[in-house]
């Protein structure tokens, strides 16, 4: 992105990602460039910093929301929604500088591989959709009331609402919490409607006699289909890391 | 007999079956009923062996009347037996959809009474799912070897995959080791679904029903039998052909029975099972040919070099090759870069010229790759250092600087070379059904 005004300020959002398409409409409309783009919550004051806060403006983002679409197709939405989840230090800054070389490009940018910023908005992209994907299959739902399912996991990424999604679609008849213990959040579905909330309040009761007998039965399933000739331990952790252990109910 | 006792006898009795994937179909929840098929397959667990677990792999029944002398359920062995009902497999898959251990069930079983009959049931069991519960989710099924076009057809519109296990690789080994089965009660029914799947395919109306539709798969056993690699892998690419197989699995045969036209082995051989699975690979996205990999000099894998590396340097004349020129599926001919990291060359080589600094920002791995390339016509290191035996030596050498000291596991896979340990990425590479 030639020509654009560098400023020596540090932009503060409220750390949605209409907050920061918000950032990117300003930036974009006045061709400058911020030195650090930082979400309020996680920001750290800094004596060299001249930090300013940037209201979230729904129009603003609305508008860049569709331009995208429109510009830089669907691929670029997701790119930068998933990379928006991902937790790396710096991705506010990647993400303004894909979107407004994209709005220069077209959807030509995602073929640019060899510039940075292009490659690790990908790069992150696919480290917090991987994320996702694994745990649509390691999350583990127990049952903790009358057709009510509850699932803990401990992802890196904040990648709760896309998750809790794919729940939902799939058991559209059961009513779910799925508790994201790092960012403590919990996602609330009774199948048609979801709700995020904080889970300070959360209450987890226990488990009844027959979740107890599921249970017992997946632990027996999970240690019988493992052919003994065949033990690998190195390959079943490169597969199922050490820390997704925690949340599951069979004892690898 | 408890559904604990019964599920612990036919989950053990199923589990050399290597299949278990929950790819290819794309069966969507309308918001009834449970479950949504994920067209990319997700695996929910991966067990002590490393195979991932994505599906509920249960034998329907072990009380077999066939007497195979490689298989753990034939009816002189003294093992315990047990029958599910319908209504219990049904109950289990939906109680473990409902909690997310599995993507769906894969049902197969012994020959109870007669093939018909044990298609009855496992229709009957597929019936509650999809039409009592609504579910939505991955089913795959084995077709029973002998039983009737009509009982096929009829299981094949309700699951997502079927299969019917070869097993064994040739006739010969087929008459010494599984003297009750014949070749066409496998082929026919092969054939029927196949051939049921491309009219489905054809059917353009709105209002069909699926058949299969994520595609028919076999496995093949590996080291039972005294069939070389050429051969197997010959018969694969016939399937491929052939019957559009979406998949051949390769099962490396763990000595179960004793008997004495079966090989003792003390361990699987599992890094012949990983060679023809990147063989297979290479035959199925790579553009390769059996014949092109093995001949009949070499009617086996390299024990120390995967069969691309080996390959390329057996055609050392066609190397190297140019990055910013080459047609992605000579790239695809590299050691070493596979089909993302061509896909991405394509990709990007569109915007500018590439060199080694550049592939290493795409990520493109050089560790073998580097031998056959040039960026601009360079090469990476002088061309008097480029022979085939030079090469050859290098990748030897970076093999074992990785690889951790030998076990004694491997021992006799290499019989001709058992001083050298197996690199780490044989150990960590044993692929299983789970790709």
């Known amino acids: 992105m030639p020509n654009w005004k560098l400023i020596n300020q540090t932009l503060l959002y409220d750390g949605t990602f209409d907050g920061l398409l918000t950032i990117v409409f300003d930036c974009y409309t006045t061709k400058t460039l911020p030195q650090k783009i930082a979400s309020h919550q996680t920001y750290e004051p800094n004596f060299l910093d001249k930090p300013r806060l940037i209201q979230t403006d729904e129009a603003k983002a609305n508008r860049i929301f569709h331009g995208i679409e429109k510009v830089i197709g669907q691929d670029a939405l997701t790119h930068s929604f998933y990379c928006f989840l991902c937790t790396e230090a710096n991705k506010e800054i990647t993400i303004l500088k894909y979107l407004c070389d994209g709005f220069e490009i077209g959807p030509k940018i995602n073929q640019k591989l060899t510039i940075s910023y292009v490659y690790d908005v990908i790069r992150m992209h696919r480290k917090a959709f991987g994320e996702c994907h694994r745990l649509k299959g390691l999350l583990r739902l127990q049952e903790v009331g009358p057709n009510l399912f509850y699932g803990s996991c401990h992802p890196d990424h904040a990648i709760l609402e896309p998750l809790g999604h794919h729940f939902m679609r799939r058991l559209p008849n059961q009513n779910l919490m799925i508790h994201d213990q790092t960012h403590h959040l919990c996602f609330i579905t009774n199948g048609k409607t979801y709700q995020i909330i904080e889970d300070t309040h959360l209450v987890i009761p226990t488990i009844s006699k027959q979740e107890k007998q599921f249970q017992d039965l997946w632990k027996l399933f999970f240690k019988t289909i493992a052919i003994p000739e065949r033990k690998n331990p190195r390959c079943q952790m490169q597969f199922m890391p050490k820390k997704y252990w925690q949340d599951l109910i069979e004892e690898p | 007999m408890d559904i604990f006792q019964k599920l612990k006898i036919l989950a053990d009795s199923a589990k050399y079956d290597a299949s278990c994937s929950s790819s290819g179909s794309k069966r969507k929840n309308g918001g009834t009923g449970i479950g949504n098929g994920e067209t990319a397959g997700i695996c929910h667990s991966w067990g002590a062996d490393g195979r991932c ?6 034998l ?6 066939y007497d195979c002398k490689y298989c753990i359920n034939r009816r002189s062995n003294p093992v315990a037996r047990a029958t599910f009902t319908p209504r219990e497999v049904a109950d289990l898959t939906i109680g473990f959809y409902q909690r997310n251990y599995i993507e769906g069930l894969f049902l197969s079983s012994a020959v109870v009474g007669s093939p018909d009959d044990t298609m009855m049931l496992l229709i009957s069991t597929v019936t509650i799912l999809r039409q009592e519960y609504h579910f939505h989710g991955y089913i795959h099924a084995k077709s029973i070897p002998g039983s009737s076009k009509e009982l096929i057809t009829k299981l094949g519109l309700l699951v997502d995959r079927m299969s019917i296990n070869i097993e064994l690789p040739s006739q010969d080994s087929l008459k010494l080791l599984a003297p009750q089965k014949e070749k066409d009660g496998i082929l026919t029914p092969m054939t029927h679904i196949a051939k049921s799947i491309a009219e489905n395919k054809q059917d353009h109306s709105r209002k069909k029903s699926l ?3 994520a595609g028919q798969t076999t496995q093949l056993i590996v080291g039972a039998t005294p069939e070389s690699d050429l051969k197997i892998l010959k018969l694969s690419q016939g399937l491929y052909q052939k019957m559009n197989m979406k998949r051949v699995y390769y099962s490396a045969y763990v000595s179960v029975n ?25 035959l199925r996205f790579y553009g390769f040919q059996a014949e092109e990999l093995l001949d009949d000099t070499h009617p086996n894998f390299n024990t120390l070099l995967d069969p691309k590396c080996d390959w390329a340097l057996r055609h050392i004349d066609q190397f190297p090759v140019e990055v910013n020129t080459a047609s992605y599926f000579t790239l695809l001919r590299v050691p070493g870069i596979g089909v993302i990291s061509a896909k991405k060359i394509v990709m990007a080589r569109r915007q500018c010229h590439l060199d080694f600094a550049s592939l290493k920002k795409l990520n493109v791995v050089l560790k073998r790759a580097q031998y056959f390339i040039t960026c601009q016509g360079k090469t990476m290191y002088p061309r008097k250092e480029l022979s085939p035996s030079c090469i050859e030596s290098s990748l030897l050498r970076l093999e074992r600087n990785t690889s951790p000291t030998s076990s004694a596991l491997w021992g ?9 340990p197996p690199t780490k990425e044989d150990k960590v590479k044993c692929l299983t059904g789970n790709l």
């Open chain 2, 60 to 65: 329907f029944s072990n009380a077999c009347i």
């Open chain 2, 258 to 282: 004793q008997d004495s036209s079966l090989p003792t082995l003390e361990s699987p051989p599992l890094l012949r099972e990983n060679r023809l699975y990147q063989a297979d690979w290479l």
């Open chain 2, 53 to 58: 677990i994505s599906l509920l792999k249960i």
């Open chain 2, 211 to 213: 058949f299969v539709p």
């Open chain 2, 412 to 420: 006799d896979q290499l019989s001709l070379f058992s001083h050298l």
